[in-house]
């Protein structure tokens, strides 16, 4: 019927029967391209796609996580493999907190350098007193303070104030780090103090009171 109808009105090889494809072909672009309203179910792809990236993720936290530990790094996965490789230093860790407690105690007098300030405070960076074989003194002049004229190095030092007693305000472990630090510091090169040395001294110590040592008492004991 349209056959009939089309022969009739565009006769074969006519202008109109040539353009007519083309003007098919660009109502067909029009049409397609023309907007629609709707709701569409979500590409299958997308969703997949979103899926393996979610896995790949996963599997990548649960390789390299370090159970969210910030202290674990790579190439460690856990704790106990880091801590394996590099085990805490004991003496490190009693310098760390004797440099906190001394800047906190002591820095204000014998000064940031350890070498304190001319006529007033003695250094302690090469003294012969913090640097003697054993702690037996330091620790006493810490727990009860020292007072009057005092050889360090062959150099007599009588400062107008005597030095205070930390006993009543440092723990026995607090003074064995201050001790540590300060024999280990500045080019210092002593032996650790231990917190058991401490503890040796603390009653004699404690019975003492706030009365601060001369250094004559404290040549009387023995240095080790
Ligand atoms: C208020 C100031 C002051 C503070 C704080 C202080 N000192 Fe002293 N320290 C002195 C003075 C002054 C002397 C010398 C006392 C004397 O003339 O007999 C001294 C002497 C010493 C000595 C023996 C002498 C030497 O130079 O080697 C040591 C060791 C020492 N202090 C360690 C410490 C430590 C450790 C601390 C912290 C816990 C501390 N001092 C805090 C003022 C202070």
Same mark, same amino acid.
């Given at each position: 019927?349209?056959?009939?109808?089309?022969?009739?009105?565009?006769?074969?090889?006519?202008?109109?029967?040539?353009?007519?494809?083309?003007?098919?072909?660009?109502?067909?672009?029009?049409?397609?391209?023309?907007?629609?309203?709707?709701?569409?179910?979500?590409?299958?792809?997308?969703?997949?796609?979103?899926?393996?990236?979610?896995?790949?993720?996963?599997?990548?936290?649960?390789? #390299?996580?370090? !159970?969210?530990?910030?202290?674990?790094?790579? +190439?460690?996965? %856990?704790?106990?493999? &880091?801590?394996? =490789? @590099?085990?805490?230093?004991?003496?490190?860790?009693?310098?760390?907190?004797?440099?906190?407690?001394?800047?906190?105690?002591?820095?204000?007098?014998?000064?940031?350098?350890?070498?304190?300030?001319?006529?007033?405070?003695?250094?302690?960076?090469?003294?012969?007193?913090?640097?003697?074989?054993?702690?037996?003194?330091?620790?006493?002049?810490?727990?009860?303070?020292?007072?009057?004229?005092? #050889?360090?190095? !062959?150099?007599?030092?009588?400062?107008?104030? +005597?030095?205070? %007693?930390?006993?009543? &305000?440092?723990? =026995? @472990?607090?003074?064995?780090?201050?001790?540590?630090?300060?024999?280990?510091?500045?080019?210092?090169?002593?032996?650790?103090?231990?917190?058991?040395?401490?503890?040796?001294?603390?009653?004699?110590?404690?019975?003492?009171?706030?009365?601060?040592?001369?250094?004559?008492?404290?040549?009387?004991?023995?240095?080790?």
């Amino acid at each position: 019927m349209s056959k009939k109808k089309k022969t009739s009105t565009s006769p074969a090889g006519s202008p109109e029967e040539s353009n007519g494809p083309v003007a098919e072909k660009l109502n067909f672009y029009s049409e397609q391209t023309e907007p629609r309203a709707g709701k569409n179910p979500i590409p299958m792809f997308l969703v997949i796609l979103v899926g393996i990236l979610a896995f790949a993720s996963d599997m990548h936290l649960m390789a #390299n996580r370090g !159970g969210f530990d910030a202290r674990i790094y790579q +190439p460690y996965a %856990n704790l106990d493999e &880091l801590q394996g =490789d @590099n085990p805490i230093d004991p003496v490190l860790e009693k310098r760390k907190l004797g440099k906190r407690l001394y800047d906190v105690s002591c820095i204000g007098c014998h000064q940031a350098n350890g070498l304190g300030i001319a006529g007033q405070f003695p250094p302690l960076a090469g003294s012969d007193w913090v640097n003697a074989e054993g702690p037996n003194r330091i620790i006493r002049i810490v727990l009860n303070g020292l007072q009057g004229p005092v #050889n360090i190095n !062959g150099t007599v030092f009588n400062g107008p104030v +005597p030095m205070s %007693n930390f006993g009543a &305000l440092l723990s =026995d @472990n607090d003074v064995a780090a201050i001790l540590t630090y300060i024999r280990s510091e500045w080019g210092n090169a002593a032996s650790a103090v231990t917190e058991a040395q401490v503890k040796g001294l603390r009653e004699e110590c404690t019975k003492r009171g706030a009365t601060a040592w001369t250094a004559d008492d404290l040549l009387k004991f023995p240095v080790k």
